[in-house]
């Protein structure tokens, strides 16, 4: 068999191809967005981008109820938007297999929070499987599929960023034909979900419960490893790895399956050791249904609630000792934060946005990197879609104190996930707030997915571009201003207007992102900074543009000057708001 | 002859710098030489210009893709200044490879802080073996400044027990044909740097 180095996101994918699975709909959000491209490149798969993670598991139950085995895939916060169905799907079961991926994001490498999506098993009541590394990703993945056909289930499969992120050597398998089981079966009573019908499925959910719970005590992924009769180590995912390396002699119960737990099992490795430990990232999820069995275990009192675990936490907490591993420099490093790339076309508009000394209600996306010093272009950023209802509800509240001093900022595919529907709000109860999208063309943060205003479908195929313009204009909304944002004046000029019209206001900054391929920018010549002509006045560093910098002791006859500015031609491209903003047209 | 123990690499500098491809290379090569092999990195914000690091640990069976803290044996900068950020993970022996290219973080380039001074000779003072070369400088004579990565590839590999051969059909893998000869000369500018 074919032996590769695979991430977890690739194995999943590969998975999923070898489970004969041809259908999928996901919305892109790190760490998961991989498993859907990668997915995509496989022949006779049908993979879709939905405009949000609702929609997509939605598009998921349509494609199960028809038959056939389906997929949707999201990061954890994802799992929010879609939950109102997974809630109920978990009622209906499905006719052909429906397995839902939620990419977890311990320590928030890229995400605003750190929610544990285990919790969600066990409040939806739907099995979850959860792999360890690449390799247990694919296969896993491929039990997800028999298990929802098995116990007519939808199935969680949850991955974290070390899971989906980190490579290793994965074992290939010949794929399954795909089977063609897709046909109309109409079943009322089963998949309409008034009250009589839910009560009646409300009791199946029970009783699959029940089965899941037996099908738990031999799954064969739940396994025992006896060495160390002393001390026994029950934990899952990623962070048995962790634990394997810094205590191979003690004993372990690695758990495959999430939820339900096998109770029996638990019970018996319980009997096998004498001290337990829970080794679990985030919620005591394991630890608290351990402990209501009256079995006795230490989890997070020593263990941290926070963050992801490393070998050396483990190590640390279970031996008691502190982190005693020193850096024999301690001078301060400068950080090394992300910044917007050089000619990003966010950075002019939020450059001008600062200068109206607005409340600005920020979103999801590269943009919310603005909220760093010194464009500080963001005071708030919750999840996707917010910045419209907050923009609108802060205005409202504040009334004639706040008129012509909120606005709501949202990239184009975030819009088009979530923003619509509080922009319609927004004209329906008279918003007086300023609304800014800003178009780069794509969804650039996670790596220029396609979405419904680009063109193109994940496979590849044109299709209809929604014209933003048109949209926001259907939604009732009256003063509308397309921008370049990359003219600093126009968009001043732009935004001043607009925070003085009384109503809801919105205006399209447009300009691809600059590493879009399709958009095809030639980057411009890079430009330089006239030593003679320089003042040193750092006006052009506000723009936090990753060439230019500024060195001290060049000074000039006849000037205060205390020093000047540079700009590094190797990756500057020439955008050009360098030299807008520069008073002594020093940079050309 | 395959090491049954666990090897820790680190892999650390700026977002854009080939770090990853990088990682994934070493990996290949460690595959192909007989070993199991796990990596870790993180994507995400981390592309827009931050600081980007990559564990590799290979050995006959590895469990954690991230290593401890106090257990890497190579650290492999593809920036100076970045090889000071990540010293608590090193041990005591390790050898490191850095490209002693300077990229200015945002508070340095604005005057707030400043970049350090005589990193190179701070590390020789306190770890045996540390190679320090301009890694760009030598891509840019194999024919493309992107190249390195590989450049810095080429030095890491005299520290580790894998074939040259080896090393050389992974880098023809990993790159288009027309790259391949660029590549493998960077390579060869590394060993010899």
């Given at each position: 068999m074919k032996k590769l180095l695979m991430s977890g996101n690739e194995a999943i994918a590969r998975g999923v191809y070898e489970a004969g699975v041809r259908f999928a709909s996901a919305y892109p959000g790190t760490p998961s967005t991989e498993i859907m491209e990668e997915y995509a490149k496989y022949d006779g798969v049908y993979a879709e981008w939905a405009p949000n993670e609702k929609v997509a598991v939605e598009v998921a139950i349509g494609a199960a109820l028809g038959g056939a085995r389906a997929l949707a895939v999201m990061k954890h916060v994802g799992v929010n938007v879609a939950a109102d169905p997974i809630f109920t799907v978990s009622y209906t079961g499905i006719e052909g297999a429906l397995v839902i991926i939620s990419a977890d994001d311990p320590s928030m490498h890229s995400s605003q929070n750190e929610q544990d999506n285990r919790n969600y098993a066990k409040f939806a009541k739907i099995p979850m499987l959860e792999p360890a590394d690449p390799q247990e990703a694919k296969e896993y993945v491929k039990l997800a599929f028999e298990i929802s056909e098995q116990f007519d289930t939808p199935v969680f499969f949850r991955s974290t960023t070390r899971v989906s992120h980190s490579k290793s050597v994965v074992m290939l398998s010949d794929p399954l034909a795909p089977r063609d089981k897709n046909?109309?079966?109409?079943?009322?009573?089963?998949?309409?979900?008034?009250?009589?019908?839910?009560?009646?499925?409300?009791?199946?959910?029970?009783?699959?419960?029940?089965?899941?719970?037996?099908?738990?005590?031999?799954?064969?992924?739940?396994?025992?490893?006896?060495?160390?009769?002393?001390?026994?180590?029950?934990?899952?995912?990623?962070?048995?790895?962790?634990?394997?390396?810094?205590?191979?002699?003690?004993?372990?119960?690695?758990?495959?399956?999430?939820?339900?737990?096998?109770?029996?099992?638990?019970?018996?490795?319980?009997?096998?050791?004498?001290?337990?430990?829970?080794?679990e990232e985030l919620d005591p999820y394991l630890e608290e249904q351990i402990k209501a069995m009256g079995i006795v275990v230490t989890g997070k009192d020593i263990f941290p609630y926070t963050n992801e675990f490393d070998p050396g936490i483990i190590k640390n907490a279970i031996n008691g000792n502190m982190d005693t591993s020193l850096s024999p420099y301690t001078d301060p490093l400068a950080p090394r934060p992300p910044n917007l790339c050089p000619g990003c076309p966010h950075r002019g508009l939020f450059y001008a946005l600062k200068k109206s000394k607005a409340y600005v209600h920020g979103d999801i996306g590269c943009y919310t990197l603005s909220y760093l010093k010194p464009l500080e272009g963001l005071h708030s950023c919750i999840c996707m879609g917010a910045s419209i209802g907050m923009a609108h509800g802060m205005s409202k509240a504040l009334g004639e104190k706040g008129k012509g001093k909120v606005v709501g900022v949202i990239g184009d595919s975030t819009f088009l996930h979530s923003g619509i529907t509080p922009l319609l709000n927004m004209v329906y109860n008279n918003s007086d707030a300023l609304i800014i999208i800003l178009d780069n063309s794509t969804t650039a943060m996670t790596g220029m997915q396609e979405h419904p205003a680009t063109g193109y479908t994940l496979l590849g195929k044109e299709s209809k571009i929604v014209d933003l313009k048109v949209l926001v204009s259907a939604l009732g909304v009256e003063n509308i201003n397309v921008i370049d944002p990359n003219n600093i004046h126009e968009a001043r000029v732009a935004i001043k207007e607009a925070l003085a019209f009384g109503g809801p206001s919105v205006i399209i900054a447009q300009k691809p992102c600059v590493l879009f391929k399709r958009a095809n920018i030639k980057p411009q010549p890079s430009l330089r900074v006239d030593p003679d002509k320089c003042e040193g006045c750092k006006a052009c560093l506000d723009l936090n543009c990753p060439p230019i910098s500024w060195k001290k002791g060049i000074t000039k006859e006849g000037s205060k000057r205390k020093g000047i500015s540079f700009i590094d031609e190797t990756i500057c491209n020439g955008c050009g708001l360098c030299a807008q903003v520069c008073k002594f047209g020093a940079i050309g | 002859?395959?090491?049954?123990?666990?090897?820790?690499?680190?892999?650390?500098?700026?977002?854009?710098?080939?770090?990853?491809?990088?990682?994934?290379?070493?990996?290949?090569?460690?595959?192909?030489?007989?070993?199991?092999?796990?990596?870790?990195?993180?994507?995400?914000?981390a592309q827009r210009g931050g600081c980007v690091t990559s564990h590799v640990r290979y050995g006959t069976k590895v469990y954690s893709p991230l290593a401890e803290l106090g257990s890497i044996e190579i650290l492999i900068s593809f920036e100076k200044m970045e090889a000071l950020r990540y010293l608590k993970f090193l041990r005591k022996d390790a050898s490191i490879i850095?490209?002693?290219?300077?990229?200015?973080?945002?508070?340095?380039?604005?005057?707030?802080?400043?970049?350090?001074?005589?990193?190179?000779?701070?590390?020789?003072?306190?770890?045996?073996?540390?190679?320090?070369?301009?890694?760009?400088?030598?891509?840019?004579?194999?024919?493309?400044?992107?190249?390195?990565?590989?450049?810095?590839?080429?030095?890491?590999?005299?520290?580790?027990?894998?074939?040259?051969?080896?090393?050389?059909?992974?880098?023809?893998?990993?790159?288009?044909?027309?790259?391949?000869?660029?590549?493998?000369?960077?390579?060869?500018?590394?060993?010899?740097?």
């Amino acid at each position: 068999m074919k032996k590769l180095l695979m991430s977890g996101n690739e194995a999943i994918a590969r998975g999923v191809y070898e489970a004969g699975v041809r259908f999928a709909s996901a919305y892109p959000g790190t760490p998961s967005t991989e498993i859907m491209e990668e997915y995509a490149k496989y022949d006779g798969v049908y993979a879709e981008w939905a405009p949000n993670e609702k929609v997509a598991v939605e598009v998921a139950i349509g494609a199960a109820l028809g038959g056939a085995r389906a997929l949707a895939v999201m990061k954890h916060v994802g799992v929010n938007v879609a939950a109102d169905p997974i809630f109920t799907v978990s009622y209906t079961g499905i006719e052909g297999a429906l397995v839902i991926i939620s990419a977890d994001d311990p320590s928030m490498h890229s995400s605003q929070n750190e929610q544990d999506n285990r919790n969600y098993a066990k409040f939806a009541k739907i099995p979850m499987l959860e792999p360890a590394d690449p390799q247990e990703a694919k296969e896993y993945v491929k039990l997800a599929f028999e298990i929802s056909e098995q116990f007519d289930t939808p199935v969680f499969f949850r991955s974290t960023t070390r899971v989906s992120h980190s490579k290793s050597v994965v074992m290939l398998s010949d794929p399954l034909a795909p089977r063609d089981k897709n046909t109309l079966t109409r079943n009322a009573g089963k998949y309409v979900m008034v009250p009589v019908n839910a009560r009646v499925r409300r009791v199946e959910v029970e009783k699959r419960q029940q089965a899941l719970k037996e099908f738990a005590e031999t799954f064969p992924e739940n396994k025992m490893e006896i060495n160390n009769p002393e001390v026994g180590i029950i934990t899952a995912g990623m962070p048995y790895n962790y634990a394997r390396d810094v205590f191979p002699e003690f004993s372990y119960l690695k758990l495959g399956m999430v939820y339900p737990l096998p109770e029996k099992l638990i019970r018996e490795f319980a009997s096998k050791v004498k001290k337990i430990y829970v080794v679990e990232e985030l919620d005591p999820y394991l630890e608290e249904q351990i402990k209501a069995m009256g079995i006795v275990v230490t989890g997070k009192d020593i263990f941290p609630y926070t963050n992801e675990f490393d070998p050396g936490i483990i190590k640390n907490a279970i031996n008691g000792n502190m982190d005693t591993s020193l850096s024999p420099y301690t001078d301060p490093l400068a950080p090394r934060p992300p910044n917007l790339c050089p000619g990003c076309p966010h950075r002019g508009l939020f450059y001008a946005l600062k200068k109206s000394k607005a409340y600005v209600h920020g979103d999801i996306g590269c943009y919310t990197l603005s909220y760093l010093k010194p464009l500080e272009g963001l005071h708030s950023c919750i999840c996707m879609g917010a910045s419209i209802g907050m923009a609108h509800g802060m205005s409202k509240a504040l009334g004639e104190k706040g008129k012509g001093k909120v606005v709501g900022v949202i990239g184009d595919s975030t819009f088009l996930h979530s923003g619509i529907t509080p922009l319609l709000n927004m004209v329906y109860n008279n918003s007086d707030a300023l609304i800014i999208i800003l178009d780069n063309s794509t969804t650039a943060m996670t790596g220029m997915q396609e979405h419904p205003a680009t063109g193109y479908t994940l496979l590849g195929k044109e299709s209809k571009i929604v014209d933003l313009k048109v949209l926001v204009s259907a939604l009732g909304v009256e003063n509308i201003n397309v921008i370049d944002p990359n003219n600093i004046h126009e968009a001043r000029v732009a935004i001043k207007e607009a925070l003085a019209f009384g109503g809801p206001s919105v205006i399209i900054a447009q300009k691809p992102c600059v590493l879009f391929k399709r958009a095809n920018i030639k980057p411009q010549p890079s430009l330089r900074v006239d030593p003679d002509k320089c003042e040193g006045c750092k006006a052009c560093l506000d723009l936090n543009c990753p060439p230019i910098s500024w060195k001290k002791g060049i000074t000039k006859e006849g000037s205060k000057r205390k020093g000047i500015s540079f700009i590094d031609e190797t990756i500057c491209n020439g955008c050009g708001l360098c030299a807008q903003v520069c008073k002594f047209g020093a940079i050309g | 002859m395959i090491d049954s123990k666990v090897k820790s690499i680190l892999f650390a500098g700026v977002g854009g710098q080939g770090i990853l491809r990088a990682s994934d290379i070493m990996c290949m090569a460690m595959m192909e030489a007989g070993y199991d092999v796990k990596k870790s990195e993180v994507h995400g914000m981390a592309q827009r210009g931050g600081c980007v690091t990559s564990h590799v640990r290979y050995g006959t069976k590895v469990y954690s893709p991230l290593a401890e803290l106090g257990s890497i044996e190579i650290l492999i900068s593809f920036e100076k200044m970045e090889a000071l950020r990540y010293l608590k993970f090193l041990r005591k022996d390790a050898s490191i490879i850095v490209n002693t290219e300077e990229i200015y973080p945002p508070a340095v380039n604005m005057g707030d802080s400043t970049y350090p001074d005589d990193v190179i000779g701070f590390l020789k003072n306190h770890y045996g073996r540390v190679v320090a070369f301009n890694a760009a400088e030598l891509a840019q004579k194999a024919g493309n400044i992107k190249a390195a990565n590989v450049v810095l590839l080429g030095a890491a590999s005299k520290l580790l027990n894998v074939e040259i051969s080896v090393w050389e059909s992974v880098v023809r893998q990993s790159f288009p044909q027309k790259l391949v000869k660029l590549n493998l000369d960077a390579f060869q500018m590394g060993i010899a740097a």
